[in-house]
C-alpha cells in the first residue's frame, strides 16, 4: 500500500485471509491441551480411495490454488498506483523467489506421510522471511496471506501455528508503517484490519482443524466398530462350531460309540465260543451284524443330519415305551414305563433329548446297575415343561466320585442346550435316578438340525448357550480313543460273562446302542 493509504491492497489481504486456512489438508491437531497436541505433524496423502478423509485425496487442487493467489497477488502489486514502478518491480522480484521456495521445499513437506517439527519450522521461517520484504514495501503483496496462512495450520502445531499466523499478519503492517510513515488515519485502519483478521485467521484455522480431528475420531470409531463386529462374528461362528462339534460328540457317543463298543465284547465272546459252543457263537454273530447295521443307520442318519429312528412316525411315550421293553428284552430284568399328563406334539428338539437321555439312563443301568436290574421311567408333561425320570434298582454309585466318560456330561449338555436342567441322584447299593427337566416355553418348534433349531445355530454361527459350551468343552477337547480305551473295567467284566454265559444272558449283557430294532429302522426324517 502507498503511504497515503488509497490502495485497496493495504486491507483487503488480511480482510481475506482467514477464510483461506478452511479445508486443508493433514492440518494439526487443534489444541495444545489435547492429547495429540505434541504429536507429529499431520499427514497428507494424495492416494484417493474409499476410506480417505476429502482434504486427504489429492494436492493438485492446492497446487492450483496457491498458483492463483501467487500471479493474483504480482498483478495486484503492479497496478497499484503507489509507490513507484521501480519499487513495485523490485516488490514482484522479491515475491517472485517464493515460488521456487515453495516448490523445492515447502511442496514435498506438505505431501510428505511424516513431518519433521525442525524441518517444519525452517521452512516456514524462510517463506515468513522472503514475505515480509515484499510486503514491506508494497502493501498490495500482503494478498498472499491467503497462501501462507494454510501452509502455517498444514505444517506446525496448533501454538506455532497461532505464532505465524500472528507475525504473517501483523509483522508485515508494521514493516510498512515504519518505512512509509503513513497518515495516523490510514495507520489505524491498516491497523485495526490486520488485528481482526489476525483474530479471524486464529479462530477460523483453529475450529477448521477441531472440525478434521473430530472427523477423524469418527473414523477411527467407525473402524473399531467394524473390527468389532468382524471379531464377534468370528468368536460366533467359532462358538457354533465348537458347540455343533459337541453335538456331534454326544450323538457319537450315544449310539456309534456304544455300537463299537458292544461288537468288542461280542468278538471277544465269540473267540471262545467259536470251538466250544457253535450255536453260541452263531447267535453272537446274528447279533453283531444287527449290531454294525444299526451303527452303520445311525451313521448315515448323523450325517444327513436326521433323528433317532423310534420318532419316525410314532410319539415321544411309544419310544419311550419301546426303549423300556427293549431293555426287558435284552436283559431280562422288569422296565416299567409311565406317561402322566396331557400328551401332545412337543417341538422336535425336546423330544430328541428326551429319548436321548433315555437311552443313555438305560444303557448306563444295562452296563453298570448289575444283572437284572429293574427300571422305572417316568415320562411327565406338565404345562410349560417335560419331565423325564429313570430310576434303577442296581448297584448305584458314589456321585461325588470324579465322572470317567462321556455319558454324564453330554446328558447334561443336552438338556442345558434347551435351557433346562439334568440331575443325577445316586448312592452305593441304592440305585441311580436320572432326571431331566425341560421348559417349553424357551423352545421353539422348529427343527433342531434345521435353521432354528439349536444345531441349526451352531452350523450357522448363531448364538448358543454358552452352559452348552462349558459342559462340552472337555467333552470336545478330549482326544480320540480306541475302541478299547472306551472299554471300562465293569464292560471288561461284562465281556467275561458273555464268554460262560447263556444264549439269552449272552445277548441281554451286550449293550444295546441304536435304540430302535431291525423292524423300527425305517426311512429317517428330520425331527
Known amino acids: 500500500m502507498a503511504p497515503d493509504g488509497t490502495a485497496p491492497g493495504g486491507t483487503a489481504p488480511g480482510a481475506e485471509a482467514a477464510a483461506s486456512g478452511a479445508g486443508w489438508p493433514g492440518a494439526q491437531e487443534s489444541s495444545a491441551e489435547g492429547p495429540s497436541a505434541e504429536g507429529p505433524s499431520a499427514e497428507v496423502s494424495t492416494v484417493e480411495g474409499p476410506g480417505t478423509h476429502v482434504w486427504e485425496r489429492s494436492f493438485l487442487a492446492w497446487d492450483c490454488y496457491f498458483a492463483v493467489v501467487w500471479i493474483g497477488t504480482v498483478l495486484f502489486a503492479l497496478d497499484a498506483e503507489s509507490p513507484g514502478l521501480p519499487v513495485r518491480l523490485t516488490g514482484a522480484g522479491l515475491f517472485g523467489l517464493l515460488v521456487p521456495y515453495y516448490v523445492r521445499a515447502g511442496r514435498p513437506l506438505l505431501k510428505a506421510q511424516a513431518v519433521g517439527e525442525r524441518e517444519s519450522v525452517r521452512y516456514m521461517a524462510g517463506l515468513t522471511l ?13 494478498l498472499a496471506t491467503f497462501a501462507l496462512v494454510p501452509q502455517c495450520f498444514m505444517l506446525l502445531r496448533i501454538r506455532a501455528a497461532l505464532f505465524a499466523v500472528i507475525v504473517v499478519n501483523i509483522a508485515p503492517v508494521v514493516g510498512w508503517a515504519l518505512l512509509w510513515r503513513p497518515a495516523a488515519h490510514v495507520l489505524s485502519y491498516n491497523s485495526v484490519f490486520a488485528v481482526v483478521t489476525m483474530a479471524f485467521s486464529a479462530m477460523f484455522g483453529s475450529w477448521v482443524i477441531r472440525i478434521m480431528e473430530q472427523s ?157 436290574a429293574p427300571v422305572t421311567l417316568n415320562l411327565r408333561y406338565a404345562p410349560d415343561a417335560l419331565l423325564l425320570s429313570v430310576r434303577d434298582r442296581g448297584r448305584g454309585f458314589d456321585p461325588a466320585r470324579p465322572a470317567v466318560g462321556y455319558g454324564l456330561p453330554g446328558l447334561r449338555a443336552r438338556a442345558a442346550e434347551l435351557g433346562g436342567t439334568a440331575e443325577v441322584r445316586s448312592a452305593p447299593g441304592r440305585g441311580t435316578t436320572v432326571s431331566v427337566h425341560l421348559p417349553l416355553e424357551a423352545v421353539r418348534p422348529a427343527d433342531p438340525a434345521g435353521p432354528g433349531g439349536p444345531a441349526g445355530a451352531a452350523r450357522a454361527g448363531g448364538p448358543v448357550g454358552t452352559e452348552e459350551v462349558a459342559e462340552t468343552a472337555a467333552l470336545v477337547a478330549a482326544p480320540v480313543r480306541t475302541a478299547e480305551e472306551v472299554l471300562t473295567a465293569e464292560e471288561v467284566r461284562t465281556a467275561g460273562e458273555i464268554r460262560t454265559a447263556p444264549p439269552a444272558a449272552a445277548a441281554a449283557a451286550a449293550p444295546d446302542t441304536a435304540g430302535a430294532t431291525p423292524g423300527n429302522r425305517r426311512t429317517r426324517r428330520a425331527p
Do not use: K, W
Not at 522472503?130 to 500482503?142: D, N, Y
Not at 410319539?315 to 415305551?321: I, K, N, Q, Y
Open 130 to 142: 522472503l514475505f515480509l520484504l515484499p510486503a514491506v514495501l508494497v502493501g498490495e503483496t500482503r
Open 216 to 372: 477423524r475420531e469418527r473414523a477411527d470409531l467407525v473402524a473399531q466398530l467394524n473390527a468389532s463386529r468382524e471379531e464377534i462374528a468370528r468368536l460366533s461362528t467359532e462358538r457354533g462350531a465348537l458347540a455343533e462339534r459337541a453335538r456331534f460328540s454326544r450323538e457319537i457317543h450315544d449310539t456309534l460309540a456304544q455300537g463299537f463298543t458292544s461288537l468288542l465284547m461280542l468278538v471277544q465272546a465269540v473267540e471262545t465260543e467259536v470251538g466250544r459252543d457253535p450255536e453260541q457263537a452263531r447267535r453272537h454273530l446274528e447279533l453283531m451284524a444287527r449290531t454294525a447295521r444299526e451303527n452303520l443307520a445311525e451313521a448315515r442318519a448323523l450325517v444327513a443330519g436326521g433323528g433317532p429312528a423310534d420318532l419316525d412316525g410314532g410319539s415321544l411315550p411309544d419310544a419311550v415305551r419301546r426303549s423300556a421293553a427293549r431293555y426287558t428284552e435284552q436283559t431280562g430284568a422288569p422296565a416299567e414305563a409311565e406317561v402322566t399328563g396331557a400328551v401332545r406334539g412337543l417341538p422336535a428338539a425336546v423330544e430328541v433329548v428326551a429319548l436321548r437321555t433315555c437311552q443313555e439312563a438305560l444303557a448306563n443301568a444295562r452296563r453298570h446297575a448289575g444283572p437284572r
